[in-house]
């Protein structure tokens, strides 16, 4: 009989549970809401693996009360939420998934963009309380014969690039000091942000991208812009929003990713900030990126083998590094 404990933090799909189910005693979580600090614990003192969500996150004092943990499957892309130096100093290899959330989340980012800019939040609701016809009203912008510029040129940047490129953008601008790519203006950050009538946000979250978009660089920023943020939420200051949408220095902002996300972070704000949650121009989902039926079951599944390869000791494809790649 097979004593392992492999735990997960959020429910999977029964085909994914059947298949940790072969590997070991298998303690999941109903959902959705994540368990407690203090449940997790409980849970890890005798468990083998963990299977993890973007609810969850791991530091040293965690695995402190883990003796047996050998690896954490991440069924996510951005790790920023796992101490993973902590883990290697504890002998617990960390996987996560690469690339099965790019295209939805580029995808989305697209939505953002066109809700912010076409206003349809607002159309919505002025709908809905009573149509009558068309008024000449709600005035936006589109994405045909705009300036548009993507921030961070890893896989989510350069899909968000592609289908950009569909829209007859006027130019498409790209800020990566590490990538080159054809078609597309490579410019400084501040040209970018000074020049763009949309600015997509698709950076990771390292030590030198939290606030990277801070009241400076949204003052240099043209008037009117759009930002979309489908990165990580703490690459934006979301005070320097709020008070760049009140001044009207920026149009408005699109985010499915919030500073109250990065769990690591230890004076991360609690709740998203009100200024932006009580403003008719923002656009705001909650983290639905991947949130495509098809694409969860396929990160869900990697996730898996990920974690059933390495208990077995099998060679790891997707191990994530210390130092995270471009978004």
Sequence with gaps: MNHRKIVVTQPVHEEVLRKLQAEGEVIMNPGPDPWSPSQLREYL???????????????????????????????????????????????????????????????????LAIAAGRNVLQGDAATRAGYSGWRPALYGTGLHGSVASVIGLGKVGQAILARLAGFGCARLLGVDPSVRLDQVELVTLDEAVSTSDYVFLAVPLVSDTRHLVDSRMLQL?????????????????????????ANEQLGAYAADVYEMEDWLLPDRPREIHPGLTNNART?????????????????????????????????????????SAAA
Excluded: W
């Excluded at 099965?100 to 939505?111: D, M």
């Design 45 to 111: 003192v005798d468990a083998d693996a963990m299977m993890a969500f973007m609810t969850d996150s791991v530091t040293k004092e965690s695995l402190l009360n883990a003796p047996r943990l050998k690896t954490i499957s991440c069924a996510l892309k951005g790790y920023d939420n796992f101490d993973l130096r902590a883990c290697a100093q504890a002998g617990v290899s960390v996987t996560f998934v690469p690339d099965l959330l790019t295209e939805p989340t580029a995808e989305l980012a697209i939505g």
């Design 221 to 245: 920023s043209k008037k009117g812009q759009i930002l979309v943020n489908v990165g990580r939420g703490s690459v934006v200051d979301e005070r320097a929003v709020v008070d760049a949408l």
């Design 283 to 323: 656009v705001l989902t909650p983290h639905i990126g991947s949130a495509v039926r098809r694409v969860r079951f396929e990160i869900e599944m990697r996730a898996a083998e990920n974690l059933v390869r390495s208990l077995r000791g099998e060679s790891l494809s997707d191990v994530a590094v210390e130092a």
